[in-house]
């Protein structure tokens, strides 16, 4: 093919999504949700909840006209293989996550990664992140710290973590972790039990709803008054 007849490449946007259904355009810059409403092609972490994000910023965005691509972390590395073939065609991709930004707590990392490999250009577009939001509105130590993720389900291996969470966060380390809402309560009842007195937890909760609440005090101080946190989006930052 002759060099000016080459099709251009599109690019990959990394989208934030809203972290729940407060009103979309109090998070999410309206060039952003420009940009978002003229995507088709979307690679998403889950088809349900990327639909409802699209019609809550637009009522009226063609969803059936768009073409959606699964990655969740069950996804094998042949699944997706093909899925920046639209980019390579010319057209532009967003990949989004349930909730937040893409790529922190969830797969779009290797969508990525398979862009860069491409030479495809990667553009991360601005809007909330649980992750950071938590840690910045803390107190605690945001020069140097360490997200988790989730952290294991089983008690045994729970409370190994922690312990070793907690001798991290002895060096002056921020470790910022979450929850399923439904276990949230569990986990914080596991830390109460498991760590030192003195050691400083930040719960924020609920980040950018409107029951938002965002509290950093010691074990000791939050055994007294234990917080009402089952069924509530839950980021956890902890530090000695």
């Known amino acids: 093919m002759h060099e000016n007849n080459k099709v251009l490449k599109g690019q990959l946007y990394l989208v934030p999504v809203t972290l729940g259904d407060e009103d979309f355009q109090k998070v999410i810059p309206e060039k952003v949700l420009e940009i978002i409403r003229r995507l088709r092609f979307f690679i998403v972490e889950d088809l349900r909840s ?38 390579e065609n010319g057209h532009d991709i967003g990949l989004l996550s349930e909730a937040g930004l893409p790529c922190i707590a969830d797969p779009g990392s290797r969508i990525v990664l398979m862009a860069h490999e491409k030479k495809i250009k990667v553009t991360p577009l601005s809007g909330p992140s649980s992750i950071i939001m938590a840690l910045i509105s803390s107190g605690l130590n945001g020069q140097s710290f360490t997200f988790n993720g989730y952290l294991p389900v089983k008690p045994a291996e729970l409370a190994a973590k922690i312990k070793e969470i907690e001798k991290k966060a002895s060096g002056g380390y921020s470790q910022i972790f979450m929850e399923t809402p439904y276990r949230a309560q569990k986990l914080f009842d596991t830390l ?49």
Not at 193 to 213: H, V
Request: one cysteine or more; glycine letters at 2%; a negative charge.
């Open 50 to 87: 990327a639909r409802r994000f699209l019609r809550l910023i637009d009522r009226k965005f063609p969803i059936d006209d768009s073409i959606f691509l699964e990655l969740s972390e069950h996804t094998s590395d042949p699944e997706y293989i093909h899925y920046l073939d639209p980019v």
């Open 192 to 240: 109460i039990t498991l760590c030192n007195s003195g050691t400083k937890l930040c719960i924020a909760q609920n980040l950018t709803l409107p029951d938002e609440s965002i509290c950093t005090q010691t074990i000791a101080r939050w055994a007294k008054k234990q917080p009402a946190i089952n069924d509530k989006l839950v980021v956890f930052v902890l530090q000695q």
